[in-house]
């Protein structure tokens, strides 16, 4: 089965990066039928797509966050990465890594437990 | 990036009514739609992809319809354990999806 873990610092201070890394164990990152992405849920709000990388490298990111993002993979650590810079008070949310299907449907099918990013001094 | 408006916010409803909610695109996307359930403090669950079909798992009491703009997930006979928020999902845009703002359903 599956599984996806995200990990990294649960507070992060304005103005800085915040970095999260998502390990998927149970199958492999480097497969052209999948991509591997981040959504996000600001406390008691709904679901915000930040960004996506796919087997060829690709990325694609939000019109509104692209400024700030980087999303990376090491097929290696079978591991994708998210960074995002310069935050505030309004990046606070709990972070899904997850993977979407590059076929079919395009679903989203498996999702990382979520890991709740505060930005606080 | 395409618009999904979803009502409404919030129902409350008794146990074995039949509860339907709706989603509508800002423009066509097909069949494009997904429906994923969340409880409290976890990950969103798939449901139904492809508008109407279930995955694997999930009760037959769920099922949904619809193309093109407008979308509906019913619950046929709601449960107890049904309590929840429920978030559609466009991916007629992948890699840009995009989710409804959520309806959350209480039991009476």
């Known amino acids: 089965q599956l599984q996806l873990q995200e990990s990294g610092p649960g507070l992060v201070k304005p103005s800085e990066t915040l970095s999260l890394t998502c390990t998927v164990s149970?199958?492999?990152?480097?497969?052209?039928?999948?991509?591997w992405g981040w959504i996000r849920q600001p406390p008691g709000k709904g679901l915000e797509w930040i960004g996506s990388?796919?087997?060829?490298?690709?990325?694609y990111y939000k019109s509104s966050l692209e400024s700030r993002v980087t999303i990376s993979a090491d097929t290696s650590e079978n591991q994708f990465s998210l960074r995002l810079s310069a935050v505030t008070a309004a990046d606070t949310a709990v972070y899904y890594c997850?993977?979407?299907?590059?076929?079919?449907?395009?679903?989203?099918?498996?999702w990382g437990q979520g890991s709740l990013v505060t930005v606080s001094s | 990036d395409i618009q999904m408006t979803q009502f409404p916010s919030s129902l409350s409803a008794s146990a074995g009514d039949r509860v339907t909610i709706t989603c509508r695109a800002s423009?066509?996307?097909?069949?494009?739609l997904n429906w994923y359930q969340q409880k409290p403090g976890k990950a969103p669950k798939l449901l139904i992809y492809?508008?109407?079909t279930l995955q694997t798992g999930v009760p037959s009491r769920f099922s949904g319809s619809g193309s093109g703009t407008d979308f509906t997930l019913t619950i046929s006979s709601l449960q107890p354990e049904d309590s929840a928020t429920y978030f559609c999902?466009?991916?007629?845009?992948?890699?840009?999806?995009?989710f409804g703002g959520g309806t959350e359903v209480e039991i009476k």
């Open positions: 997850v993977r979407g299907h590059d076929f079919g449907d395009y679903l989203t099918d498996f």
């Open positions: 149970g199958g492999s990152i480097d497969s052209t039928r999948y991509y």
């Open positions: 990388i796919y087997y060829s490298g690709s990325t």
């Open positions: 423009q066509s996307i097909n069949r494009y």
């Open positions: 492809g508008a109407s």
């Open positions: 999902q466009q991916t007629y845009g992948t890699p840009r999806v995009t």
